[in-house]
Structures are given as C-alpha cells and as structure tokens.
C-alpha cells in the first residue's frame, strides 16, 4: 500500500509538471517521418546515399545546400544528437530509404556528454551497430573522421582533442577491417593544436562554408568508392 502511494504521487507530480514521460521522442523520430514518407523507393539505378549524422550533416545542407541540389542525397541530420540516439533512429532514417550508401558522421556530441558521459568503447558499439544494421541489409558504409575540436564552447574544459584522435584511428581501423570507407576530414581540417582550423569555422566545432567546401570532394570520394564496393556485392 505503502509503495502504491508513493507511485502515486509520482505520477501526480508528473502530471502537474506537464512532462509526460511516455511521450518523450528521445531520438526524434518525429522529424523525419513525413519527409521519409515522401521519399518513396530509389528510381532504377538511383545510387541513393543517406547521410546521417548531428548539427554538422544538417549544417550542410543549410549551409552549402548546392551540394546536395539534384542529387539522391538524403540529409538525416539532427543537431546535438549522440550515436545512441542515431542508432535508435537508422532503421527508420536509412534503412527505409533503401540507399546504396550512408555517410556516417557522428560521435562528438558524445565526446562532449550531450546525452550523459560516454566512453570510447560506447560511442563505438553505437557506430559498429549502425553498420552492421546498414551492410546486413546491402546497405555499404562510409565511416567520416570527427572533426577536430579543441575545446567545446558550450562543454569548456573537456580536453577532447586526444579522444577525438584516438576515436577516428579506432573507426578507421573498423572501416579497413569490416569492409567500410572512411572518409577522413581530421587531417585536411587540424590545426597544429588538433583542433579546427579558425578560417574552417567559427566556434571551433561547426564548419563554415569554407569547411564544408574542404568536406565536400573527399565524401564524393569516399562515396564513389563506396559504390564501387556496392557494385561488387551485386
């Protein structure tokens, strides 16, 4: 009776607080349903390619929309999200997209705790998922370097440069060793403090136009690549 009391209560709380825990969209599933509704199946030899990633992947495409103009490019991006919420979100956001390729970049809101303190092993489970999800289903993979960050303006002090370095030799040893691309952005974007060149950006994490104009050839590489491989496979 005790305990009933207590749950009770609880759920008054809740309610007078208006937060609704059962109706949390974590992963915000939300905010791709109606355009990925929309999309319809991939027209014979259509090489579509998803990218799906956090506040840099939608960036792009508000910043350098040319990029993706006339292209079966799928921007999937959702500023501020962690590799968990991303994984939650790849079948719905890639998988029914039935793309050729995805271009993954992801992992620093995790390096920065968006969501809560991750490890590198976590952010990797998250990323090798998506993966495994995406080739399971003919799906090939291009696996993008975190772009350097010396210091995050809304996390300051972290020091995430070191484990940045260290994710990406460990995502790109993943991609040579489980039939994945890697796209590596870090060393054409470093600075000599490992962190992200000044012109490339102005708050040291997002890049400008200038960024995305670096970013731009080497995913068309790794994507061209990773076609190829797609090819292969048929």
């Not at 500023?79 to 620093?108: N, W």
């Not at 010396?150 to 990406?168: C, M, S, T, V």
């Amino acid at each position: 009776m005790k305990n009933r009391i207590v749950i009770l209560l609880f759920v008054s709380i809740v309610m007078l607080s208006g937060f609704d825990v059962y109706a949390q969209d974590w992963a915000n599933l939300k905010r791709f349903e109606k355009d990925n509704a929309q999309a319809g199946m991939p027209k014979t030899n259509e090489s579509r390619v998803v990218f799906m990633g956090n506040s840099i992947t939608q960036g792009w495409i508000e910043k350098a929309p040319d990029f993706f103009e006339g292209k079966p490019y799928f921007n999937r991006g959702i500023s501020g999200q962690t590799t968990p919420q991303m994984l939650l979100r790849f079948r719905q956001d890639v998988i029914k997209l039935y793309p050729k390729v995805v271009v993954i970049l992801a992992g620093t809101n995790d390096i920065a705790g968006n969501t809560g303190p991750s490890t590198l092993e976590m952010i990797e489970d998250n990323l090798y998922s998506m993966a495994e999800l995406a080739q399971a289903h003919g799906i090939q993979v291009v696996f993008c370097s975190v772009l350097p960050v010396f210091d995050y303006p809304w996390r300051p002090g972290l020091e995430p440069a070191p484990k940045i370095e260290e994710l990406n030799k460990r995502i790109k040893n993943y991609a040579d060793t489980h039939g994945a691309v890697y796209c590596d952005f870090f060393t054409a974007m470093a600075d000599e403090r490992k962190g992200l060149k000044a012109e490339l950006s102005k708050d040291g994490v997002h890049p400008n136009e200038k960024g995305y104009d670096i970013m731009a050839p080497l995913v068309e590489k790794a994507i061209a690549r990773a076609l190829l491989m797609w090819k292969g496979f048929k």
